[in-house]
């Protein structure tokens, strides 16, 4: 939604480039800035659509891995009962059992990052494909010339 608003916003920008063509600056006419313009808003909103498709298919190629009946109790009951044997005096097996504690500590870490990131990317990824509305001072000239030496 951010995007779509911020379209008005890079069409005005646009326009009024396209506006200052063959007076103020040479180098974009409408015919570059309006295609570009057009493929940047369908890209952002199907930036969306795209970003739930790819995690519906990570969720069901993780549900693949695990099976279809997982059941979390029934692997820590088999974790557990592999770790602590039934006599827990000796050291190895405290000293096991603490490292899996802390690799099962960073594997919660770690799928807490992964969704914060994969938020952080479905969020940016509308406004970072709104930046392609524009032309910027690094492109090429549709002309296919090299730019300019005072670019």
Partial sequence: ???????????????????????????YAVKEVLPRLLAAALAANASFIMCGKIIELANALSEALLGQNFDGRRALTTLRSMILPP????????????????????????????????LLLVVAAPLALACLALPTPTDWPASGGAPSPGC
């Fill in 1 to 27: 939604m951010i995007a779509n608003s911020g379209f008005v916003l890079l069409a005005t920008i646009g326009a009024i480039t396209a506006m200052g063509h063959e007076t103020v600056q040479t180098r």
């Fill in 87 to 118: 006599a827990q005096d000796e050291s190895f097996y405290i000293l096991l059992a603490l490292v899996a504690v802390i690799l099962l500590i960073l594997l919660l870490i770690t799928f807490i990052m992964r969704t914060a990131l994969v």
